[in-house]
């Protein structure tokens, strides 16, 4: 399938945000080539008119240069908010980049979310924004479910970026997001992490909208087994499953005392 790009005006790349995480999101594109099966992004096609499946077009924002920068002084500024900005098309139009630039020397602080390890080619901006923190969603250990689930970079690969910021003295966050009920191990994956990042953020899945039947479909033909567990959580809305992961991993993490956990399991 081939991807729809366009490029489109954008009036201000840097909008004030509603989220608790931040003062201000920034999405340098429209749309995402990685596609995720539960990505809750995908509501922006309400938004943006476009027809084609989530994951199958992105818009490519252009904008004027940010005028005054310093008024993000000490603000924090979200990047990738509703999109990947170190998706593949990045790799080209080097959106991300541009925005770094022009926000360099503002004093603001950065928060980068990606799945990807293109990020590595800017490190060397990055690390000039005091307080700036990158996160990797990482939702398994298991190449083959992450195939199914998006068309992001290996695990491997996006652990090795992980640990390539956290060297560099870079604030890292394993953003365990989302959580799958009976497929997630969320020890396995801090084991595997704890040496590369600064903090554990655990997300469970939430099912809405047009892709809640598409999981469900997943599930009845590769996780047959988990079916009633998925019918429980997401159709007659038990929250048993998550109150008992929540107090599992709270556990877990009173016995390892590095890195700091967040959790949102329940």
């Known amino acids: 399938m081939e991807m729809i790009i366009r490029h489109i005006q954008a009036g201000n790349i840097i909008t004030k945000?509603?989220?608790?995480v931040c003062d201000y999101s920034v999405n340098p594109y429209t749309g995402c080539e990685h596609a995720c099966k539960y990505c809750y992004a995908s509501f922006m096609k309400r938004f943006t008119n476009h027809p084609e499946k989530w994951g199958a077009?992105?818009?490519v924002k252009d904008w004027d240069a940010i005028k005054n920068p310093q008024k993000y002084r000490g603000k924090e500024l979200f990047i990738g908010s509703v999109t990947d900005p170190y998706q593949p098309a990045d790799e080209k139009f080097k959106r991300a980049r541009a925005l770094l630039e022009q926000l360099h020397g503002?004093?603001?602080?950065?928060s980068i979310?990606?799945?990807?390890?293109?990020?590595?080619?800017d490190l060397?901006?990055?690390?000039?924004?005091?307080?700036?923190?990158?996160?990797w969603s990482i939702n398994t250990l298991d190449e083959d479910f992450r195939r199914d689930m998006d068309c992001s970079v290996s695990i491997e690969r996006k652990f090795a970026a992980m640990r390539a910021f956290h060297e560099a003295g870079i604030g890292t966050t394993?953003?365990?997001?989302?959580?799958?009920?009976?497929?997630?191990?969320?020890k396995a994956i801090i084991r595997r992490a704890k040496d590369v990042c600064n903090l554990v953020w655990l997300e469970n899945l939430n099912l809405r909208g047009d892709f809640k039947p598409v999981i469900l479909s997943y599930i009845a033909e590769k996780y047959p087994q988990l079916l009633p567990l998925y019918k429980e959580i997401y159709s007659k809305n038990d929250r048993t499953y998550w109150s008992a992961l929540d107090a599992e991993m709270r556990e877990f993490a009173k016995m390892k005392?590095?890195?700091?956990?967040?959790?949102t399991t329940a």
């Open 174 to 186: 394993c953003f365990i997001s989302p959580i799958f009920p009976g497929i997630t191990d969320c």
């Open 17 to 20: 945000s509603n989220l608790p």
């Open 257 to 263: 005392p590095s890195p700091i956990f967040a959790t």
């Open 57 to 59: 077009f992105v818009d």
């Open 124 to 135: 060397d901006l990055i690390k000039t924004f005091q307080g700036a923190r990158v996160s």
């Open 113 to 121: 979310a990606t799945k990807s390890d293109l990020i590595l080619r």
């Open 106 to 110: 503002s004093g603001s602080v950065l």
